[in-house]
């Protein structure tokens, strides 16, 4: 079981939104919500499921991506249905062997390959969740660093009035000319009043090299690359460092990137539907899934492309 809250009924979706923050860790901040929900709806992007018409495909889906697996049962009044479920009892090999489901509307044991069936995303029993809080932590760690740095882009000023009356002058000054305001007038004798020399500078910079600090522009370019190093870990075919001159090796060598997870959970799904469409025929669930910038149909036979068949200028 991954641990985490599976936003499918009111429960599940209360504690999905009201995260709280682990020590020394960045997770509860609104970037970090924001990039989770965004990176987790791309992630499922890539996959279009064939389900019977009665079947919930946002239950199907959520369960299936966040807990890793979902079983298929038969019950008396629903007949065949997708339920989030758990194991007890194990095999030869260490593999579950009953699956149980316990909701208020559903009560179920049975065994699995006999009378249910279980559709897994991944080999290890685990969803995703840990690969879309691994990237956004990042993400929403560089937005605030982003933010800092914009902040950081301003040219300041230090102004040192004699009184209030001076003080409130000059800000009316600055706002106006901030605001673009191409000419801006004072009264001499105003100033004169108010202690202001028109001899001297009222306003003090402060001195800071802005173009030498900049650094907004290599934020924005580490945050392309953790978004495409995350691509790459869903199977979408990513751009990624921006080249002069790129072999095509290189090119090769990072769609097999892209395809090294996808590939595994093409397989784990085609296995999952395999069984359930042996034990449920009637059912004849398929699926259709993206990455390496190709699409692939349930049943597909996927080539292997082996990391020895990459052409040597990539190596």
């Known amino acids: 079981m991954s641990g985490y809250a599976i936003p499918v009924d009111y429960e599940g979706l209360n504690l999905y939104n009201s995260m709280r923050s682990v020590a020394g860790k960045v997770q509860n901040d609104i970037n970090t919500q924001y990039y989770m929900r965004s990176l987790y709806q791309r992630a499922i992007s890539g996959v279009t499921f064939k389900l019977p018409k009665d ?4 239950y199907f889906r959520n369960v299936l991506y966040f807990d890793g697996f979902i079983g298929i049962i038969k ?8 339920q989030m479920c758990g194991f007890t009892g194990y095999g030869l090999y260490r593999q579950p062997v009953t699956m149980l489901v316990n909701q208020p509307l559903v009560q179920f044991e049975g065994t699995i390959g006999e009378n249910c069936e279980l559709v897994m995303l991944t080999p290890d029993y685990r969803g995703i969740w840990d690969i879309i809080e691994h990237y956004a932590v990042r993400l929403s ?21 004699k009184n209030k009356s001076a003080a409130h002058t000059l800000r009316t000054v600055y706002e106006k000319i901030s605001a673009g305001e191409p000419f801006v007038d004072l009264d001499r004798a105003v100033l004169k009043s108010e202690g202001i020399n028109k001899d001297v500078d009222p306003i003090w910079t402060f001195s800071q090299n802005v173009k030498e600090n900049y650094i907004t522009d290599k934020i924005l370019d580490d945050m392309d690359t953790i978004l495409d190093q995350f691509d790459r ?11 002069e001159r790129r072999v095509t090796g290189e090119i090769e060598l990072e769609s097999l990137d892209a395809c ?31 990455f390496g910038g190709e699409s692939h149909e349930y049943g597909e036979k996927i080539d292997a492309n082996r990391r020895d068949d990459v052409p040597q200028d990539a190596i």
């Open 55 to 58: 079947w919930n495909v946002r």
């Open 75 to 82: 019950t008396p009044k629903y007949g065949i249905v997708p």
């Open 141 to 161: 760690t560089a937005i605030a660093s982003l933010d800092v740095s914009l902040i950081n882009s301003r040219i300041p000023f230090v102004a040192l009035p």
């Open 233 to 243: 870990e869903i199977g979408i075919a990513a751009i990624g460092e921006k080249k």
């Open 260 to 290: 090294a997870r996808s590939r595994t959970w093409f397989e784990c799904l085609t296995e999952s539907f395999d069984n359930v469409n042996r034990l449920f025929p009637e059912l004849n669930l398929s699926f259709r899934m993206n």
